[in-house]
């Protein structure tokens, strides 16, 4: 993701009081109330994005880009450095203007009866639209000269929440970052996980519809990332959509219910993360590297795969039957093999290239 980040920040303060209605009538995703929507297939998305194209001088960053997500449904949005991701999250956030196409959030969330939606549009509705969002920005922005529980607080005052409202909500929300023992503690205090942990409790504060998360667990060791994965299913469960980039395909494959891989701007392939790996991936790969791996390709070897590459020191063959080609490796000394199903990650690869982009 990109330096300019995603924290939407102050502009966000006078709306929520303002108008009411939409908090009465709404579906509101709420931890004390938390519910199973798996069995709820709403047929409206949250959100929805039409078209949209963003130039920087000459270079087209993102090249008509269009999405839609529903209720409780995780997005996942994949593709290499450079490729538009983090424009694409800005465009949806109102922090930069698209040269064309359209960003929509549907007001009207009781996903339980079917209703016509009420759409609030980018960029006339910002305000309203922004105080139905969160967002995880992969930076700290924390304040760190408050605590945990005051940083809560001020975010919550951004929102025009009330002190009644604040003072059930924050022991609420850090209990459900795991940080009622750091209520008091200042965020230099924290480790990294807990840094995350506490960001994802202030983007809550407000009860948002549909969470924005930009790499959320980039720089976390194991443990920290799991529980971050469990906090972020218990939201979808609860209904809470969310959008989603990583750069780590175990996270992908095992958060969002759909993917959008982009590359170059546009999208280039959407869907279930294994009906995507079936559609596009042969069933098995065996990577195989060690003493002269490199000139396998150019041997017998590479008929008894559809397709073989090299990427580094390894080469991975691409099979649908892998057995005649784990039996002839066996000739070969001094080379290491792992048969493994296809993943996430060689989809990427497929889709994407080998190729480092440093520059978009
Ligand atoms: P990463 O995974 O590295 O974060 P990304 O997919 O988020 O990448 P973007 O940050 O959206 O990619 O950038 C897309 C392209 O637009 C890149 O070529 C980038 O250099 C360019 N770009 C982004 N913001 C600006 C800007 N403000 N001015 C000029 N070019 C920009």
């Known amino acids: 993701m990109g330096a300019q ?3 939407h920040g102050t502009v966000l303060r006078p709306f929520v009081e303002s108008e009411p209605h939409f908090y009465r ?8 109330n938390i519910r199973s929507m798996s069995s709820v297939v709403p047929a409206l998305p949250v959100f929805q994005v039409d078209e949209l194209h963003k130039r920087y001088g000459t270079h087209h960053a993102v090249n008509g880009m269009s999405f839609e997500i529903h209720a409780g449904e995780c997005l996942g949005v994949i593709g290499p450095n450079g490729a ?4 694409s999250l800005r465009m949806c956030l109102g922090l930069t203007a698209p040269d064309s196409g359209q960003v929509r959030f549907n007001a009207h969330l009781d996903s339980t009866s079917a209703q016509t939606p009420q759409w609030l549009q980018m960029p006339q509705d910002a305000l309203a639209i922004k105080s139905r969002l969160g967002v995880v920005s992969q930076f700290d922005t924390l304040d760190p000269d408050f605590t945990c529980a005051e940083n809560l607080r001020v975010y919550g005052r951004y929102f025009g929440l009330s002190k009644p409202i604040l003072d059930e909500r924050i022991p609420r929300l850090l209990e459900f970052a795991a940080l009622s023992h750091k209520a008091q503690a200042k965020p230099g205090e924290l480790s990294g996980g807990m840094k995350r942990r506490l960001s994802l409790a202030r983007a809550l504060v407000n009860e948002p519809a549909l969470l924005l998360l930009d790499e959320p667990t980039t720089g976390l060791d194991p443990q920290a990332r799991h ?3 469990e906090r972020l299913q218990r939201l979808l469960q609860q209904g809470t959509s969310i959008l989603l980039t990583t750069h780590f395909m175990d996270e992908a494959e095992r958060l969002c219910h759909r993917l959008l891989v982009i590359d170059h701007g546009r999208p280039i392939a959407q869907g279930r993360p294994r009906e995507l790996i079936a559609q596009h991936l042969e069933p098995d790969v065996v990577e195989v590297y060690g003493q002269n791996a490199l000139g396998l390709p150019h041997t017998p070897l590479a ?3 559809s397709r073989v590459e090299v990427s580094g020191e ?3 063959f691409y099979t649908a039957q892998a057995g005649p080609l784990l039996q002839a490796l066996q000739a070969y000394e001094g080379l290491r093999s792992l048969h493994r199903p296809a993943n996430l990650e060689d989809l990427f690869l497929k889709l994407t290239g080998r190729q480092i982009r440093e520059e978009g």
């Open 303 to 305: 008929q008894l795969a």
């Open 314 to 316: 390894t080469v991975f």
């Open 84 to 87: 538009g991701k983090t424009t």
């Open 25 to 32: 009538t709404r579906y509101k995703p709420s931890m004390s």
């Open 5 to 7: 980040g995603l924290h």
């Open 227 to 229: 529980l971050m994965w």
